[in-house]
Nanobody, 124 residues
């Protein structure tokens, strides 16, 4: 059974930083593209950042570009999301996702496994 467990969320003031982590169980972590998505109350789940299996290719939503950085450590089965210069509009539940086949995608519907989510709240 594949499991994704996120951590690192919390309450932070605008302009602050947080680092989210997602640990994936199983021996095939390096074969999965990984992504971070978020969902604010009353809104659709949206793409934040994705990373290829090797970590060599990344992609970001325009709203977070230049502020967030996605990375992965395949030896630790972990993907990270470093979030800097946080804004109140970044407040959401953040989800880690794994895509078993193919290239990394910004479409959350193509991801096979999901974590339980971690709350990020940015106060103004």
């Amino acid at each position: 059974q594949v499991q994704l467990v996120e951590s690192g969320g919390g309450l932070v003031q605008a302009g602050g930083s947080l680092r989210l982590s997602c640990v994936r169980s199983g021996r095939t972590f390096s074969s999965c593209a990984m992504g971070w998505f978020r969902q604010a109350p009353g809104k659709e789940r949206e793409f934040v950042a994705v990373i290829s299996r090797s970590g060599g290719t990344t992609s970001y939503a325009d709203s977070v570009k230049g502020r967030f950085t996605i990375s992965r450590d395949n030896a630790k089965n972990t993907v990270y999301l470093q979030m800097n210069s946080l804004k109140p509009e970044d407040t959401a539940v953040y989800y880690c996702a794994a895509k078993r086949y193919g290239l990394a995608s910004t479409d959350y519907g193509t991801y096979n496994y999901w974590g339980q989510g971690t709350q990020v709240t940015v106060s103004s």
